[in-house]
């Protein structure tokens, strides 16, 4: 493994008690607390010290959890938008694209802005970890950490569903250290997440944590970064599709940690985040002014997940309620939870693909349409600094460049599978 050691120094907050405590190395919850909560990292550094661009995602180090730096890695890029923008009449949009876009900068060979959360999380471990890391997706986070593993050599077990298996493909084979597990076709995002759970328990694994490991959320936290850095001032709104909220989050407490930095003005910039409908349970439950997610049918949240384009957005137990979570984040920042259908995300990434010249994932399009819908209908000012979180894009491009390697499940398993059965089989596999 070709990796740089570079120890950052923070320390853990609990967001309900305000205990502040070491990280024990994987940290993922508060010591000693039953009620649940987000944990924070609490940087040693106050102000930012971004670095140059050939340290990629690691440029923003100060402000990572990280105890090593990985080779391949891309920070995102912040443009300001002429096309588009001149398409909408905003005179200060300003796009953070993370994926393929070598003309920008952007270096993304996924093409998500998962790899900032898989750098970072991967730069969390230290090699006397020893375990295998066990990581649950839809498609996108799967991609990012098996490309982000297979480079560094560290081992890695995947739970996807069985439907998501286009997603898992990569421009060079994947290193043996990295293996798949699926939930057969019909199952979701939920089903892998339960799988991931019973695998996770088991002698020798780790969970990833998703939202709760703080290295996720500080590397979804470099967009807005490099949003604030490259435009000067903290944005006065800040647009992005959201399955789970995790990115939202992540900018909110980028926004506070900015703040407390003090070169960047003193605004708390509005979180309109977005779903594609019909899977809208975050937007279901903010309208209700519930912090509690609404219940939804298992099946009906199955059928409405196979209806929508952006099947990233599917999370059916998102980091809402828990404290420090999205609920938190819009009450504290402002904001709201917008919603495109597929036909107005296709209409997006038309234009976007017209006006600045390249293709969007399905997610980045649900965020654009719901732009398009704000400014058509005034919410958003016109000369306001506006922030696009264009969270994929340039796969078209990447992909007709070149060669394709797909990854191979190693097992398949049911719906509600037998947890006995899963920890025989997957022990089998390293």
């Known amino acids: ?29 508060a010591p000693g607390e039953t009620d649940p ?10 102000q930012l010290t971004v670095g140059p661009e050939s340290m990629g995602i690691y440029r923003f180090a100060d402000w990572l959890p990280v105890n090593r730096m990985l080779q391949g890695s891309s920070a995102p890029v912040t443009y300001k938008s002429e096309g588009l923008a001149k398409e909408l009449g ?31 999380v991967c730069g969390r471990m230290t090699p006397d970890m020893n375990k295998v890391l066990v ?18 050599n560290i081992p890695l077990l995947l739970c996807v569903p069985e439907d998501n298996l286009d997603a ?39 969970a990833e944590g998703g939202a709760k490991n703080v ?9 807005m970064l490099s949003a604030t850095t490259t435009i000067g001032q903290i944005p006065e709104y800040y647009f992005q599709a959201i399955g789970s909220g995790t990115g939202a ?21 509005k979180l309109m985040v977005s779903q594609n409908i019909p899977f809208v349970p975050i937007h279901n439950a903010w309208k209700a002014g519930s912090r509690v997610m609404i219940p939804l049918d298992d099946n009906l949240a199955r059928r409405q997940v196979e209806e929508i384009d952006a099947k990233v957005l599917s999370n059916r137990k998102p980091p809402y309620p828990i404290f420090g979570g999205l609920f938190d984040a819009l009450n504290d920042a402002g904001g709201d939870i917008l919603l495109a259908t597929n036909e107005q995300a296709r209409a997006a ?82």
Request: proline share 2%.
């Open 37 to 46: 909560t987000l944990v924070r990292a609490i940087y040693e550094k106050k």
């Open 90 to 120: 905003l005179e200060n949009l300003w796009i953070t694209f993370s994926g393929w876009w070598p003309e920008k900068g952007a270096r993304f060979k996924t093409c998500s802005f998962k790899e900032t959360e898989a750098y970072s």
């Open 1 to 29: 493994m070709t990796s740089q050691f570079v120890k950052t120094n923070y320390q853990l907050q609990s967001l309900k008690t305000g205990n502040i405590f070491a990280d024990a190395g994987w940290t993922l919850d």
């Open 215 to 223: 290295a996720r959320r500080d590397g979804m936290g470099t967009t």
């Open 135 to 152: 990581v649950a997706s839809a498609g996108n986070t799967a991609r990012a950490f098996a490309k982000v593993c297979s480079d560094n």
């Open 249 to 269: 989050i992540a900018a909110w407490e980028a926004n506070l940690r900015l703040l407390a930095d003090g070169r960047f003005g003193n605004r708390k910039m």
């Open 168 to 206: 898992l493909w990569f421009d060079a084979p994947i290193n043996d250290c990295v293996k798949l597990v699926c939930c057969k076709a019909g199952c979701d995002y939920f089903d892998a997440i339960h799988l991931s759970n019973i695998i996770a328990g088991m002698e020798g694994f780790m």
């Open 349 to 430: 990434a038309q234009l976007f693909l017209e006006t600045e010249g390249n293709d969007l994932h399905p997610a980045a399009a649900v965020a654009t349409a719901t732009l398009i819908d704000a400014v058509k209908n005034a919410k958003v000012e016109k000369d306001a600094i506006i922030m696009l979180n264009i969270t994929g894009g340039g796969e078209q491009k990447f992909k007709a460049e070149n060669e394709l390697f797909y990854l191979k499940p190693a097992l398949f398993f049911d719906m509600n599978p037998d947890e006995e059965l899963v920890k025989e089989k997957v022990g089998l596999l390293f």
